[in-house]
């Protein structure tokens, strides 16, 4: 059974920082795209950063220079770190495995809140 467990969510000031964490079990973690989403309130789920599997990376625009995603293969997990957050960086944050066999595999995490707010 996939199971990814995000932690490191909460209420940060705006200029803060957080690092989210998400740790997979039941795969074979060093083979799958790994991605963080997130989804604020009344928008649709967007992209924040993707690492391949040979650590490739990728960011949206709105958060290019500010966080950071990397993987620990060896602890089957992914992290975010999120510096100069803004109040619009508010929302749940999801992790994502993704792999490709015969059909595209998704699995996703429960989510984490981070909320930027002074």
């Known amino acids: 059974q996939v199971q990814l467990v995000e932690s490191g969510g909460g209420l940060v000031q705006p200029g803060g920082s957080l690092r989210l964490s998400c740790t997979a079990s039941?795969?074979?973690?060093?083979?799958?795209?790994m991605t963080w989403y997130r989804q604020a309130p009344e928008k649709e789920r967007e992209l924040v950063a993707r690492?391949?599997?040979?650590?490739?990376?990728n960011y949206a625009d709105s958060v290019k220079g500010r966080f950071t995603i990397s993987r620990d293969n060896a602890k089957n997990t992914v992290y975010l770190q999120m510096n100069s957050l803004k109040p619009e960086d508010t929302a749940v944050y999801y992790c994502?495995?993704?792999?490709?066999?015969?059909?595209?595999?998704?699995?996703w995490g429960q989510g984490t809140q981070v909320t930027v707010s002074s």
């Open positions: 690492i391949s599997v040979g650590g490739n990376t």
């Open positions: 994502n495995a993704r792999i490709f066999a015969i059909a595209w595999n998704d699995y």
């Open positions: 039941g795969l074979t973690f060093s083979r799958y795209t």
